[in-house]
């Protein structure tokens, strides 16, 4: 059976809810992942019953069957500089593992609205904040895991004239930032027509780096949130090397349709395994975390259909 979608769903989906989590809280999605010695840990969005979100971790030793700690990882700031960036919350970490160091690109929010602000860790105990590292008005920050051309890259999704869009920039130290270059657009009348944003940091391949990313349609009863892939050059990550025209996954399980908002599946992160399995970690309906897989060599060809 080919399936409705490319990834396949695991059946224990959705692998996190809010009755994992040991604390009272609101919703627990957009989780990103590591692979660690032993085992798997997520990085996860959890919502606060009073609107908020923050961070907290949970573990596993398979990939599939998380514990989450006892308490809360990361908070959002609440006295110095970074109060007045994070006063809205910490939204979508994306991790990048680069030198040895975990680098958390996160979405901070306040009255002035969203932007990507950069951590790092050792040890997923401590955690430092580096730098703000974008004006208002962008979100969907990933870093890729190595250096481009001698400069550490990363893709965003500025706000420009109301149409969100993914950027490359670059960046000689991770805190100052230029070099700009739009990389793909909305796609008029296409499952991805209305936004675009970067959702996994980039996978380095032999065909280009895999981004897996996320599209949205609006529909007269709001909008539609679907993954997809896309290939970009090596060397130029501007250069789009392939696109091809389908989701690898869009909401129709109940858990992706209902919820805080429905209709969404929102990949964070992805962890490729030894076997070339690749594991998509993705929020439903901005209520639980789910996994969907496929092998590597499907989803590169899907950017080349
Ligand atoms: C995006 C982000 C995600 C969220 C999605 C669907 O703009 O805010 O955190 O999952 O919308 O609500």
Same mark, same amino acid.
């Given at each position: 059976?080919?399936?409705?979608?490319?990834?396949?769903?695991?059946?224990?989906?959705?692998?996190?809810?809010?009755?994992? %989590?040991?604390?009272?809280?609101?919703?627990?999605?957009?989780?990103?992942?590591?692979?660690?010695?032993?085992?798997?840990?997520?990085?996860?969005?959890?919502?606060?019953?009073?609107?908020?979100?923050?961070?907290?971790?949970?573990?596993?030793?398979?990939?599939?069957?998380?514990?989450?700690?006892?308490?809360?990882?990361?908070?959002?700031?609440?006295?110095?500089?970074?109060?007045?960036?994070?006063?809205?919350?910490?939204?979508?970490?994306?991790? /990048? =593992?680069?030198?040895?160091?975990?680098?958390?690109?996160?979405?901070?929010?306040?009255?002035?609205?969203?932007?990507?602000?950069?951590? *790092?860790?050792?040890?997923?105990?401590?955690?430092?904040? %580096?730098?703000?590292?974008?004006?208002?008005?962008?979100?969907?920050?990933?870093?890729?895991?190595?250096?481009?051309?001698?400069?550490?890259?990363?893709?965003?999704?500025?706000?420009?004239?109301?149409?969100?869009?993914?950027?490359?920039?670059?960046?000689?130290?991770?805190?100052?930032?230029?070099?700009?270059?739009?990389?793909?657009?909305?796609?008029?009348?296409?499952?991805? *027509?209305?936004?675009?944003?970067?959702?996994?940091?980039?996978?380095?391949?032999?065909?280009?780096?895999?981004?897996?990313?996320?599209?949205? =349609?609006?529909?007269? *009863?709001?909008?539609?949130?679907?993954?997809?892939?896309?290939?970009?050059?090596?060397?130029?990550? *501007?250069?789009?090397?392939?696109?091809?025209?389908?989701?690898?996954?869009?909401?129709?399980?109940?858990?992706?349709?209902?919820?805080?908002?429905?209709?969404?599946?929102?990949?964070?992160?992805?962890?490729?395994?030894?076997?070339?399995?690749?594991?998509?970690?993705?929020?439903?309906?901005? /209520?639980?975390?789910?996994?969907?897989?496929?092998?590597?060599?499907?989803?590169?060809?899907?950017?080349?259909?």
């Amino acid at each position: 059976m080919a399936g409705r979608d490319l990834l396949q769903r695991h059946e224990d989906n959705p692998l996190l809810t809010v009755d994992d %989590i040991p604390y009272r809280c609101n919703t627990v999605f957009n989780g990103s992942p590591v692979k660690i010695d032993d085992g798997y840990l997520m990085l996860l969005r959890v919502e606060g019953q009073q609107g908020y979100s923050f961070f907290s971790i949970a573990r596993s030793p398979d990939g599939i069957h998380f514990t989450a700690d006892d308490a809360p990882a990361m908070l959002p700031a609440s006295e110095g500089p970074w109060q007045m960036w994070e006063e809205g919350g910490i939204e979508d970490p994306r991790i /990048t =593992r680069f030198d040895g160091t975990y680098y958390i690109l996160y979405t901070a929010t306040s009255r002035y609205g969203h932007y990507i602000a950069l951590a *790092s860790t050792e040890d997923f105990e401590a955690f430092t904040r %580096i730098a703000v590292i974008s004006g208002p008005g962008n979100k969907d920050g990933v870093l890729f895991p190595d250096r481009i051309r001698g400069l550490y890259a990363r893709l965003d999704r500025p706000f420009g004239n109301g149409v969100g869009s993914v950027w490359v920039s670059y960046s000689p130290d991770l805190i100052h930032w230029g070099r700009s270059r739009i990389v793909f657009r909305p796609r008029p009348r296409f499952w991805d *027509s209305y936004r675009v944003g970067a959702s996994a940091p980039p996978i380095r391949t032999d065909w280009g780096w895999l981004e897996i990313y996320h599209g949205v =349609r609006m529909t007269s *009863s709001g909008p539609i949130y679907r993954i997809g892939a896309i290939m970009l050059d090596l060397q130029d990550p *501007s250069r789009v090397v392939g696109h091809g025209p389908l989701p690898l996954l869009s909401p129709r399980e109940d858990y992706e349709r209902i919820g805080d908002v429905g209709n969404v599946v929102f990949a964070c992160g992805a962890v490729v395994e030894d076997d070339g399995q690749v594991k998509i970690y993705y929020g439903a309906a901005d /209520t639980a975390i789910c996994v969907a897989t496929a092998p590597m060599e499907r989803i590169i060809a899907s950017c080349f259909e």
